[in-house]
Each structure stands twice: as structure tokens, then as C-alpha cells.
């Protein structure tokens, strides 16, 4: 906390991609990448919940990204779950196209997204470009709190 | 250690104190037993020093004066008394409510309280020693070697009994710590007053009794050696001992009362587990346990969980391992399951921590309600879930509260009814069938069905044709109604009307099940039924549509498996719900798949959807025979798996909302399986408790698609049909009773010569078979002259939608034919037939053929309606709903509207509206439905029908059609489309 806040702290991004578009999840809000397993369809839930799946003993609510991002792009791909931290949001995994790499941005190149960017800029946390493409980052606790609780 | 995790620690431990010092404090009230008093004032005593060290000032001022009064009961210097009792309890509660409030209740001002127990310590002093252990002894000697030096207080040897001259020593042999046994000190109090009781160096008791009885009577009364009592003698006359402050061995003088158990009605819940443990025991204990949060017990339980996944995997790779490995599996498999038990071992805690608390609960509500009700408590020791122990505090105190004072009368009116003048609230807790036992009982006035009844009539909770049917179980269970409340005045105890409804629902979300027995004037049972723990439930795993679900098996009651053919046939509707008929009782059907299809709740259109879909599948069916409180119902499966004992996984806090899944679980695969919340699904389906109940004797409620059908057969099989409301009664007959009058058969019932009408007689059919001596004769309902139906066989009841067609086979004695089971089946028209045969019956032909407009969307009605409206010789013109009414008034004229009330699109109250207001038409309008009830009846004539009649009743129909084709209305004419209010 001693650090000066203007000073530009190089930020990690968890990189994947949603429907052509390049997405980021702060690397401190994930826990792991998992492949794809069977999921268990949960009738009666919003659309955007693909079901329940088990990571590693203990049951997880998987959300659809691009469900949630309004992407009709349903070319098939080799999809991914992104295992959020229990302390940013309570057992959940989101569901995404393919994975990216990690990348280190500096802090203050983060900017605040402006309508029209994205589909739905009350997902976003911010965006950032990077060579010649545009990283959008994802606020994960928003992004659950689409579908209630 | 920092000064916080000691602040934690005291808390800690004292509430632990707390816990156990209100049941101590109760109990002293009839027992000063050493141990007990020491007890409470070590509590006391260890809670004062850990305030005094962590300077709490206020705990510390109101413990270290309660601990001054216990050091005076304690040495025997005061007697506890109710007041003394009360007020100590008291400061316990404001010594629980500082410790709560750690820190910031430090500086709460407590002088109240802290006054008022000093007070009691200078009330009680001098008088406090009835038998005064602090005057000067007296030493008593007898001849025995035990009996040398007995002391006895100077005060209590000459303040003795007139009638009781002798001066006896008793010698009792050593019982260990245990005390005099309650049997032997009622009869010592019965035989004379106890000077003294002493505890020698053997372990002995040894009592000095001033009686009327000499020695030879005393041992053979208490079956002692001759040695063991010995006459005593004042030592020295003179010789006063001198009067220790606190005497060692003086016990306890004059309240030797019966100590611990059996005395119920004294010594509430003395019962209890935990104080039977003796101080030795305690302490072992508390060397022995750990405090752990209960968050590191969750995180060992789902750690648990885990392995027993990774074990489940390994006994499915075991085929393909090598011997050396299968050993090891095996191994892993038994360790795993017995550490998965011990785990689950440490969640549960006995039941008689919750049972603990109800002693003072009762004590507070006798006093408050001015009863007389004593508390037994068994089986404390049975253990439960913490989770449901904790859930369960709430409707338990609920239950109790209702048990002192609903359940209980007053001391006087006990007394008058020839019952103890104390009454018993027993509370129970055992094992059975893998579940815990509850039973909070008691023995007061009992439920009064009839009072029940007078109270749901009185709040229109239920009908009186409801409560008719009701046996007294049902009646009984009334209670638990949301809205529901018979206490005559509402006290602030209970009888707010809210609380029994909660109570049903805790249990039941707990996976329970509550029983209510109840005998008039001798008390009411409250049995609860819960699983041992939330967290492994043993449950039977579904497939549908290729997913796996688990029904709790608490709910499951049983399996039903129907072929394609009994499918096809014993798959009824009633209204618009699936029903099947399982032993005498219709069962409400709910399919699975349709649920999970459908996110919201069903409307009758889609049950009645999900019943015409499903009426072809020629497709075996399996279904559970669940039960949520008191409505069972089926649910149709694709396929039941087994049974298996699941780890229960809330809900993700996302889909709490979700009312259709109680939870999830992982299975031995690994996959996710839900779990299914009955009460959800049968909310979701709209499946009602009365529509299972109801009787398919009676058309229901509303104008459904489906009509309830009496099918019987005629010759060479031929079916007819005839919708049962319009029948009053199928009499069986025997055709030996026939008689035949000119060219008629008649036949006696209840004493009238009935008229018997053979369907060939009139109909195109064979004529009407029957096998052996017995055969049916068909009443129908609103007929002048005693006339039936003959049929041969009683084929079956069925409930389902008709569409009758005249082209096949007209004839004006038929409503029509239609297919049923895939046989052709004659509706006859009863009324036209009973015309026919006998011309008296046969409506008069209408002196003008009338135009009119019939609105009415169920086609059996509709058929049935306009055959009687032609029958009469009118035109009629059919709509099939208010809209399509409207539509066509505003093309033609007619004479009369006809018109059912429940319609889609505009019904009949809204057509009414529109004939009068938007077309301000004058035409008379006659209403037609099911509904009986005064209010429909109301509604329809203020939305403007002149007239309303039941749909099951002919000849009352065709005078209301004629009345009103005849002008004889009494509607008050229109003025500018707006009516004329009545003078």
C-alpha cells in the first residue's frame, strides 16, 4: 500500500477468446484453466448458465460467455473453462472459446471502455491495446452477477 | 497470547458456563446436593476471575454477587427459595448478555441487577436458616463405633417435633459419590425429621432422625444390619460443640429433598444427559476435547468428499490393475469410508443441547400463564446434524410454547377434570429407520376437531363439503394452514395465527415429516422425522432425458411401473391434471421431463397440453409415488437407477431461486447430478392437495375440457357412455325383482316402482346383456318420474376430454359417438330417452321456434346444450367463446344468449358486459356453468345475465329458457345502455 499510486504497476491478464474477440481476466481473479467436461444441464436456469460441472471434487457453475456477450458465433472450437477464485466469485467457471496467452500490461495503459467497443460495457473492467488487437478485460464479479445471486 | 483470543477464550468458555448454569440453577431449587451447588458456583466463580483478569468490570460486579449468594447456599447458611432461584437466574441472563457483547459491554451499567442481589443477601441472612446450621452444635452419641460423636445443630434438636421423642442414628452403606437415594430420604422424611446427614470417612451416610420409631422398626423399614442404627444420646449435656462456620460434613440440614432424576414435576429435565455425567467425567472430558471452527469440519468434509471421488475411480480402474494394487485400492477404499464416517461424526451433536434449553422456557411460560407444567426430557443423548439441530431450535420452541399454552390447562381446571394438577410436557428423541425421532407430547385437552372445523369455515380456509371428507387425521393437521390459529384469545405465547405453517415448513425443508396425534381431554403428540444429518442422504437416482436427478428418499413413499397397455388405459386426466388411480385414491401424475422442459410454472393450459401429448404414447411408464406434507403425487421418470447415499451440495447462490432442485451432488463417475425438491416440482406443476383428494364423482370447479364419464356396456360389447353428473345413483339390481306391468318393466327402488328403460327399446343396439342374476340400473338426476337406465355391466369411471360426433350414427335419442380406447362408444341422451319412453317426461315443444346464440367453449357441453335447445324445436347458432359471441351479435339477431361463464379469450361475465354496455343490446341472457358458488352466481348477474343455471340440470334449464323467451324476466329495461337502479 506504500507504493505511489501513480505510479504504473505492470498488470497480468489471462487472455481467451469469444467470439473473434479478445478477452482478459486479471490473473490475481483466476484459479486455473481446466478443458471442457461434461456438463450437467440445469433446467429452469438463465440462459447464459451452461450447467454444473465437477472440477476437482467440488461442483462449479459454469456461465457462457458468449452467451453473456451476445456472440452468435457458434463455429466450434477447442473450448476452455476459466476456474475463477472463490473469493471473487463463488464457485464458477466461464465458459470460453479458446485460451490466449498471458500478457503484462502496464498498469496505467488500461482505459475505460466507451460505448460502442463492446457488446455489453457493464461486463467490462477496461480495455487495452495491444499490437495491432484489442484486449477487453472482463470484471468478473459483474459478469456473475448477470445472472442473479 | 494476545488480549483478543483471551477475550475469545472467555467468551467461549463462558457461554459453555452459561449453557450448563440455567439447568443447574433450576435444579437447585428442589436439591442442594453438594455437587450441584458447587457447580453452579464454580461457573460463577471462574467467569467473575476471567472478567476480574480482563477487566470487564460489569460481568465481573454481577458474577462475583451471585457467587456470594451461592458461597451462602453453598455452605449451607441460606436455602434456596424461588425468589432467590428467579433472581439468580436473572443475573445469568445479564451476565449472558454482557459476555455477548464483549468488549462494549464492559461499561454497561448493571447496579440494578447488582442492588438487588445484595438485597437478597441481606433479606436472606438472618432469616435464612430454617434449621440453623450456624447455631451451636449439640454432640449425640450412641453405642454403635459410628454413632460416638454425630453433631447436630442445638436449634433444630430442641426444636423438634413433639411426636418425635427418639433420637435414632441411621448408618447407610457407602454408595460412592452418588447420593442417598431419593427413596430412602422420602421415607426418612416420612418417618421423622432429619437433625443431620453426614458423609463419614468411609463413604457412609449417616443420618440422625428424630422419630417416633424405635430401633427394631427402623431396620426391618430400611432393611438394615440391627448395627446400622443406633438410639442416640446427647454426649454431654452441656458439651457444645463449637459452631464451625461451615461444617465440613453437614451436607446439607434441612432439605434433603428426593435428589436428581424421577422427581419430574419438582426438578425439571433432571433427566438430562450431560448433568448425569458424573464430575469425574467432566473433567475427563475437558482434557479431551478440542475447540475447532466449523469451517475446518466443512473443510474436512468436502477434502473427504474428494478423496472418496478419487476412490470411486480407483474401485472403477480396479479390473485393470495387478494384484499387488487391487490390495492397496481395497485398502484405500475401507480407510476412506471409515475417515468419511468419523468425519460426518464430528458434524453431529447431541439433541440434548437443544432439549436444554426448554426447562427454562417452560419455567417462564408456567409462571407467565399461571400453569402448573412440569418438563421430561429422554434421550438426550441421540445425535444430530449441528445444521439441522440448529434449524430445528426454532420450530422445537415454537411447538413447546404451543404444548404450555394450548395444550395445557390451569391447575384448577386440571383438578376438576380429574387430572394431576401439574401437567407433563414429555419431550423424546430416539432412533428408527435411519432417522431421528422427535416427539414433543402432552398431556392436555387435546385438538378439538370440531373446533377446527368451526374455525376454517369461520376463515374460509375450507369448505364445509371439504371438512365433510376430512377423516380426523386430516382434520387435525388443519393446524398447520398458513393463516391457521385456535388459540380463542391471542396471547402474546402463541396463537398469532403464524407458527405452525413455519414450523411444517422448517421440518420439511429439513427433509422431515411432522405427525400430529391427538386425543380429546387426554393431550396431543407432535412427531417429527428427520434425517440424521443434511449432509449424506440417502436418495433414489432417476434418469430423464439422459441426466441423472436424486429424489430425497424421505420423499419417495414407492415405485410404480406401468406396461404400454396399462399406460395407455389407467392413465386418466381429471380436469386438466394426469391422474392415475393407485389403490382407490387418485393420484395427481407430474412428468419430469415436462418440468425441466418448462421454466415456468405450469398454467392449466399447459397441463392440459402435457395431457393431450402424452394420451397416445403407447410406451411403458415409470414413476415414484413422492410426498411433500400431506399431497402425494407421481413422478413420471424415464428410468429409475437405484439407490445411493449422496453428499449433499447446496445450490449455487446464483440458482437459489430455482424452487425445482434442493441441491446438487457429485456421483461416483464424477459427473453432477441435481437433486430434486419435491415441494418445488409440485409447485411448479400445480399440483393441489384437494384435487388429489377430490372425488372424480363431481365435475371440477371449472369448465374443464375433460368430463368425468360413466362407461357401461350394452350388448355384444357395445359401450355407451353418459356424463356421471347427470346420474344420481347406479343401483345394482337383481333381474329376479323385475316386474312386468302391460308392456313395461319396473322395478322397486327405495320403495317406488321404477320405470326400466332397455336402450334397444329405442336405439338401433343389441339387446342389453347380462350375465347371471345381478345387473345396473342408471338413475338419472332431475327427473319427475322414478325412471333408469338398464345396463349390464359397469365398465369403468374415466375422466377425459370428448368430442362427440352426430354424422356416424344420428339419431335424435343420441348425443353423439366418439372413440374411447379405441372403441366406439353411444352417448344416449338420458332426458330424451325418459321422453320418449314416456311422453310425461318429454319437454314440452316451445309454442315459437326461437333463434338463439349459444357461447360455450367445451364441445361435450356444447353438443349437450344444443341438443336440449333443439329438442325444444329452437335454431341454434354456437360460439365457441365470448369473442366469437360478440362477433356475431353484431351481424344477427337472436332471441336468447346462452352462455357458459369460464371461457377463453372473453368469458361469459366479460360477454355479459359487452352485450349490455358496448352493443347496449336488450336481449335476455341466461348464464350456464358448473359454478355453484354465490359469488360466481353474483358476479353473473351484476356483469348483466338475467338468469343463471347449472349445466347438469335439464328440465330446470328448459323453464329458464322458456321464462325468458317468454319475457318473463324481471330485468329492468335499459336507458341509454345504462340499467335503471331498482326503487
Partial sequence: MSESATLAVDRQFCTFHVGGQLFGLDILDVREIVDLQPMTPVAHAPGAVSGYVNIRGSIHLVLCLRHLLGSNDDTPVKRRLVVLKPRVVESCALLVDRIGDIVTVPGDRIEVARGGMVADPALVAGVCHLDGNLLVVLDPRRVAATIGG | ?983
Wanted: proline share 7%; hydrophobic share 45%; charged share 20%.
Fill in chain 2, 1 to 983: 497470547m494476545d488480549d483478543d483470543s483471551l477475550l475469545h477464550d472467555f467468551i467461549a468458555e463462558s457461554r459453555d458456563h452459561l449453557s450448563t448454569i440455567e439447568r443447574d440453577l433450576m435444579a437447585l431449587e428442589s436439591n442442594t446436593e453438594p455437587d450441584l451447588v458447587n457447580r453452579v458456583f464454580r461457573a460463577m466463580h471462574s467467569m467473575k476471575g476471567g472478567a476480574g483478569f480482563l477487566s470487564l468490570t460489569s460481568i465481573n460486579a454481577v458474577a462475583h454477587r451471585a457467587e456470594t449468594l451461592l458461597d451462602q447456599v453453598r455452605s449451607g447458611r441460606m436455602t434456596p427459595n424461588r425468589p432467590m432461584i428467579d433472581l439468580l437466574l436473572e443475573a445469568a441472563d445479564v451476565v449472558a448478555s454482557l459476555v455477548e457483547q464483549g468488549r462494549e459491554g464492559a461499561s454497561t451499567d448493571v447496579t440494578a441487577i447488582c442492588a438487588r442481589l445484595d438485597a437478597m443477601m441481606h433479606a436472606q441472612a438472618p432469616a435464612a436458616a430454617p434449621v440453623a446450621t450456624t447455631g451451636p452444635m449439640v454432640n449425640l452419641t450412641g453405642p454403635q463405633p459410628w454413632a460416638q460423636a454425630l453433631a447436630v445443630p442445638e436449634a433444630a434438636l430442641h426444636g423438634r417435633d413433639t411426636d418425635h421423642p427418639l433420637l435414632m442414628g441411621l448408618r447407610f452403606p457407602a454408595t460412592g459419590s452418588a447420593p442417598l437415594s431419593p427413596t430412602i430420604t422420602t421415607n426418612l422424611k416420612a418417618s421423622g425429621e432429619i437433625l443431620a446427614l453426614t458423609h463419614d470417612p468411609s463413604g457412609a451416610w449417616v443420618v440422625v432422625l428424630a422419630t417416633p420409631m424405635p430401633v427394631e422398626i427402623l431396620v426391618s423399614l430400611y432393611d438394615l444390619p440391627e448395627e446400622a442404627v443406633a438410639p442416640l444420646e446427647v454426649s454431654a449435656p452441656g458439651a457444645v460443640a463449637p459452631a464451625p462456620v461451615a461444617p465440613p460434613r453437614v451436607v446439607a440440614a434441612a432439605p434433603v429433598a428426593a435428589p436428581v432424576p424421577v422427581a419430574v414435576a419438582k426438578a425439571p429435565a433432571t433427566s438430562s444427559a450431560p448433568q448425569a455425567t458424573s464430575p469425574a467425567a467432566s473433567t475427563d472430558d475437558a482434557a479431551n476435547t478440542v475447540r475447532i471452527h466449523v469451517t475446518i469440519l466443512d473443510q474436512l468434509m468436502t477434502l473427504a468428499g474428494e478423496l472418496v471421488l478419487i476412490r470411486n475411480q480407483q474401485l472403477i480402474a480396479v479390473n485393470q490393475a495387478s494384484i499387488e494394487q487391487r490390495a492397496q485400492i481395497q485398502r484405500l477404499d475401507a480407510i476412506t469410508t471409515s475417515l468419511q464416517e468419523a468425519i460426518m461424526r464430528t458434524r453431529l451433536q447431541p439433541i440434548g443441547n437443544l432439549f436444554s434449553r426448554f426447562p427454562r422456557v417452560i419455567r417462564d411460560l408456567a409462571t407467565k400463564l399461571g400453569k402448573k407444567i412440569a418438563l421430561q426430557a429422554n434421550g438426550n443423548e441421540v445425535e444430530l446434524d449441528r445444521s439441522i439441530l440448529e434449524s430445528l431450535a426454532d420450530p422445537m420452541k415454537h411447538l413447546v410454547r404451543n404444548a404450555c399454552d394450548h395444550g395445557m390447562e390451569t391447575p384448577e381446571r386440571r383438578l376438576a377434570l380429574g387430572k394431576t394438577e401439574s401437567g407433563t410436557v414429555t419431550l423424546a428423541a430416539w432412533h428408527e429407520g435411519g432417522q431421528v425421532n422427535i416427539e414433543i407430547r402432552d398431556d392436555g385437552p387435546g385438538i378439538d376437531p370440531q373446533r377446527l372445523k368451526a374455525k376454517c369455515l369461520e376463515k374460509s380456509l375450507k369448505t364445509a363439503a371439504e371438512l365433510a371428507a376430512m377423516s380426523e387425521k386430516e382434520l387435525v393437521r388443519l393446524i398447520l394452514l398458513p393463516g391457521f390459529s385456535t388459540a380463542e384469545q391471542i396471547t402474546d405465547v402463541s396463537g398469532r395465527g403464524v407458527g405452525m405453517d413455519v414450523v411444517a415448513t422448517t421440518i420439511e425443508n429439513l427433509g422431515g415429516t411432522i405427525d400430529i396425534t391427538s386425543r380429546l381431554g387426554h393431550g396431543s403428540t407432535f412427531h417429527l422425522r428427520l434425517p440424521l444429518t443434511l449432509a449424506i442422504l440417502p436418495s433414489l437416482i432417476v434418469e430423464c432425458d439422459g441426466n441423472r436427478y436424486a429424489i430425497p428418499q424421505t420423499n419417495v413413499e414407492e415405485l410404480v411401473g406401468l406396461d404400454e397397455h396399462e399406460a395407455a388405459s389407467r392413465i386418466e386426466s381429471a380436469g386438466d391434471q394426469e391422474v392415475f388411480r393407485l389403490r382407490g385414491h387418485l393420484l395427481p401424475l407430474v412428468r419430469l421431463d415436462e418440468i425441466l422442459k418448462r421454466p415456468k410454472a405450469f398454467t392449466a393450459r399447459d397441463r392440459s397440453d402435457i395431457g393431450r401429448a402424452h394420451r397416445q404414447d403407447r410406451r411403458p411408464v415409470t414413476f415414484a409415488v413422492v410426498r411433500t406434507g400431506s399431497t402425494p403425487f407421481g413422478l413420471i421418470v424415464d428410468q429409475v437407477l437405484g439407490t445411493e447415499e449422496i453428499v449433499v451440495k447446496p445450490m449455487h447462490s446464483a440458482l437459489k431461486k430455482l424452487s425445482s432442485f434442493a441441491g446438487a451432488t457429485v456421483m461416483g463417475d464424477g459427473s453432477v447430478a441435481l437433486i430434486l425438491a419435491v415441494e418445488g416440482l409440485a409447485a411448479h406443476a400445480g399440483v393441489e392437495p384437494d384435487r388429489s383428494e377430490a372425488e372424480d364423482q363431481h365435475v371440477s370447479d371449472q369448465d374443464r375440457e375433460a368430463q368425468t364419464l360413466l362407461l357401461f356396456a350394452g350388448g355384444n360389447d357395445e359401450r355407451f357412455a353418459v356424463a356421471l353428473p347427470l346420474i344420481r345413483r347406479v343401483e345394482r339390481i337383481l333381474l329376479k325383482d323385475i316386474q312386468r306391468i302391460g308392456g313395461q318393466e319396473f322395478i322397486p327402488v327405495d320403495g317406488q316402482p321404477t320405470a326400466i328403460i332397455r336402450l334397444e327399446q329405442h336405439l338401433p343396439v343389441s339387446p342389453t346383456l347380462i350375465e347371471g342374476e345381478e345387473a345396473f340400473l342408471l338413475l338419472p338426476k332431475h327427473l319427475t318420474r322414478p325412471v333408469g337406465l338398464l345396463a349390464g355391466r359397469i365398465v369403468d369411471t374415466i375422466s377425459t376430454a370428448v368430442t362427440l360426433t352426430t354424422e356416424a350414427m344420428p339419431n335424435s335419442l343420441l348425443l353423439g359417438t366418439t372413440l374411447i380406447d379405441g372403441k366406439v362408444t353411444l352417448f344416449p341422451d338420458l332426458y330424451r330417452l325418459a321422453g320418449a319412453h314416456d311422453p310425461a317426461h318429454a319437454p314440452a315443444k316451445a309454442q315459437r321456434a326461437a333463434n338463439i346464440l349459444l357461447a360455450e367453449d367445451t364441445a361435450f357441453f356444447r353438443q349437450l346444450i344444443k341438443g336440449y335447445l333443439e329438442g325444444l324445436g329452437h335454431h341454434v347458432t354456437v360460439a365457441h367463446d365470448g369473442e366469437e359471441a360478440v362477433e356475431i351479435l353484431g351481424k344477427q339477431t337472436f332471441d336468447l344468449l346462452v352462455s357458459d361463464l369460464e371461457m377463453p379469450r372473453c368469458d361469459g361475465w366479460e360477454l355479459a358486459r359487452r352485450v349490455r354496455q358496448d352493443l347496449q343490446l336488450d336481449l335476455p341472457t341466461l348464464a350456464v356453468s358448473t359454478l355453484s358458488d354465490p359469488k360466481s352466481i353474483q358476479r353473473a348477474l351484476e356483469a348483466g345475465f338475467d338468469r343463471y343455471e347449472q349445466k347438469m340440470d335439464p328440465p330446470r334449464f328448459t323453464v329458464a329458457v322458456d321464462d325468458l323467451l317468454a319475457g318473463r324476466i324481471g330485468r329492468p329495461p335499459l336507458v341509454n345502455g345504462k340499467e335503471q337502479p331498482r326503487v
